[in-house]
């Protein structure tokens, strides 16, 4: 394999669990759910490739795949030919359990795969056979209703959620995909039961306010709206749904200056998928699969944390399983930096930019890193680099600005602090860092500015930077007093 064939499987795993290829799928096999009486053949194992630094590969022979499916009356299984070896071990080992017809779980297994890899045909497929192999089961009409409100299939996904909640009621995510559907199609009455219904089964999550807000506004009564979409928020400050049309009910408030602050932060939150990323069958399909989308869905829970050992180990196995994703080996590098790891953490940069040599990021988090381990030098070299190349990333001018104040080279400091307070006037050490080497640099009335800026950025009397600029404002006092 040549290296531009190799980099183009690793960008194609870094971006997505498997590459997968929308095609016209033949439908036309024995889809019977009957119990076979002949063992099948032995399925076509995938074929998985180490790449040096990268992580490993698995390679599917997707005809073969097709023609087994094909003698065993299966459907087409989902049209992937490299992936993560888990994600084909599940795939491979739901087939194998499906053609014995044995139970619901290989037909389900295979939906569940085929849904994570977005192959909606496979999973519709598989996930009927599922259904008609176990009536009784909630899970699988609800996959099903998730599908079909994925591809905009409004009326099927309307009738498998509610078909799925008749056979579990405990499943409140249904609730919440059906309140946006039925907003969607302009019942606001049945989006509300639902809505409602969600909110009260979910209290610490916002989707439900969120919804109510949004039926509100459609009903015109935007106070009301304003009422829930504010409880949302206050629920998850940072959710760009709440916060979004918390700033349109403003809007029809009249409010401008409330709405264009909502509307104005909500363009800088990420956007995000609304259902996924709280859906506990969504996180069981991904455990499933075998996906390291699942492991990251286990890391998203502990970033705020601060448990820089669990995360780091489960960013190493998640870059066991994802080849060539350079940015989680470049997060990986911050966490054994927090952990004084520095050896593993230059070692996770020196593999990541064998991938991406010149991406600046990269040479930023070099940077912070040489400034840890206070190889000064070293650490502004690697910030030039950086911020050469995207001068707008506050990280390399805050690593410049420290390095070179703990030179004590304030001047030179001082250029590069005033840039970091420019990128990101909420820095309160920048703004500490910057007072400080003016007031070396006998600009006492500059720097007591900083000190004030630092005090107004922390609330609490207690935090370290408080204490410092309280200590240089009676300083800079003391001294003027002492010149007069």
């Given at each position: 394999m040549n290296q531009q064939s190799k980099r183009q499987i690793m960008v194609r795993c870094a971006v997505c669990a498997a590459a997968v290829l929308v095609i016209p799928a033949c439908?036309?096999?024995?889809?019977?759910?009957?119990?076979?009486?002949?063992?099948?053949?032995?399925?076509?194992?995938?074929?998985?490739?180490?790449?040096?630094?990268?992580?490993?590969?698995?390679?599917?022979?997707?005809?073969?795949?097709?023609?087994?499916?094909?003698?065993n009356g299966l459907p087409p299984p989902p049209n992937v030919r490299e992936c993560e070896p888990g994600i084909a071990d599940a795939l491979t080992k739901g087939l194998a359990n499906a053609a014995k017809r044995q139970s619901d779980a290989g037909f389900g297994l295979v939906g569940q795969v085929s849904y994570v890899l977005?192959?909606?045909?496979?999973?519709?497929?598989?996930?009927t056979l599922a259904a008609e192999a176990n009536p009784r089961e909630g899970r699988w009409p609800y996959y099903l209703g998730a599908v079909a409100q994925d591809i905009g299939s409004t009326e099927v996904a309307i009738e498998q959620l509610e078909r799925a909640l008749k056979l579990n009621a405990d499943l409140a995510m249904?609730?919440?995909?059906?309140?946006?559907?039925?907003?969607?199609?302009?019942?606001?009455?049945?989006?509300?039961k639902h809505a409602e219904r969600y909110a009260r089964m979910m209290t610490?999550?916002?989707?439900?306010?969120?919804?109510?807000?949004?039926?509100?506004?459609?009903?015109?009564?935007?106070?009301?709206?304003?009422?829930?979409?504010?409880?949302?928020?206050?629920?998850?400050?940072?959710?760009?749904?709440a916060v979004h049309y918390l700033g349109k009910a403003y809007l029809k408030l009249g409010q401008m200056d409330e709405a264009q602050e909502r509307l104005q932060f909500a363009s800088t939150l990420p956007k995000g998928n609304w259902f996924n990323s709280r859906d506990p069958l969504w996180a069981e399909a991904l455990d499933a699969s075998g996906s390291s989308m699942g492991l990251v869905?286990?890391?998203?829970?502990?970033?705020?944390?601060?448990?820089?050992?669990?995360?780091?180990?489960?960013?190493?196995?998640?870059?066991?399983?994802?080849?060539?994703?350079?940015?989680?080996?470049?997060?990986?590098?911050?966490?054994?930096?927090?952990?004084?790891?520095?050896?593993?953490?230059?070692?996770?940069?020196?593999?990541?930019?064998?991938?991406?040599?010149?991406?600046?990021?990269?040479?930023s988090k070099r940077a912070a890193l040489f400034l840890a381990e206070q190889k000064y030098p070293e650490a502004l070299a690697a910030a030039d680099l950086a911020i050469a190349g995207a001068g707008s990333d506050?990280?390399?001018?805050?690593?410049?600005?420290r390095a070179l104040f703990i030179l004590k080279r304030y001047a030179e400091a001082e250029v590069a602090l005033r840039k970091v307070v420019e990128l990101n006037g909420a820095d309160a050490q920048g703004w500490h860092l910057l007072g400080v080497s003016l007031h070396a640099l006998g600009r006492a009335d500059e720097a007591a500015?900083?000190?004030?800026?630092?005090?107004?950025?922390?609330n609490s009397p207690?935090?370290?930077?408080?204490?410092?600029?309280?200590?240089?404002?009676?300083?800079?006092?003391?001294?003027?007093?002492?010149n007069q």
């Open positions: 439908r036309d096999a024995d889809n019977s759910s009957s119990t076979r009486s002949i063992e099948p053949t032995r399925i076509p194992q995938p074929r998985v490739e180490s790449i040096e630094s990268c992580g490993r590969i698995a390679h599917l022979d997707l005809a073969a795949l097709q023609d087994w499916c094909r003698e977005q192959d909606f045909d496979a999973a519709r497929a598989y996930l249904a609730h919440a995909r059906l309140g946006q559907l039925f907003l969607d199609s302009g019942d606001l009455d049945a989006a509300w610490r999550d916002s989707l439900g306010y969120v919804l109510l807000g949004r039926i509100m506004i459609e009903r015109a009564d935007a106070a009301e709206a304003v009422r829930y979409l504010e409880a949302a928020v206050d629920k998850s400050p940072s959710d760009f749904q869905r286990q890391l998203e829970a502990i970033l705020a944390t601060r448990q820089w050992e669990d995360m780091a180990s489960l960013m190493e196995r998640i870059i066991e399983l994802r080849a060539g994703d350079f940015k989680m080996m470049a997060n990986l590098a911050d966490v054994y930096r927090k952990l004084g790891r520095y050896d593993d953490a230059h070692r996770m940069l020196d593999q990541a930019q064998r991938i991406e040599p010149t991406l600046s990021e990269l040479h506050v990280q390399p001018w805050s690593v410049r600005g500015d900083c000190f004030h800026r630092v005090l107004s950025l922390i207690d935090d370290p930077l408080v204490k410092s600029a309280t200590q240089n404002l009676a300083l800079i006092a003391a001294e003027s007093e002492k």
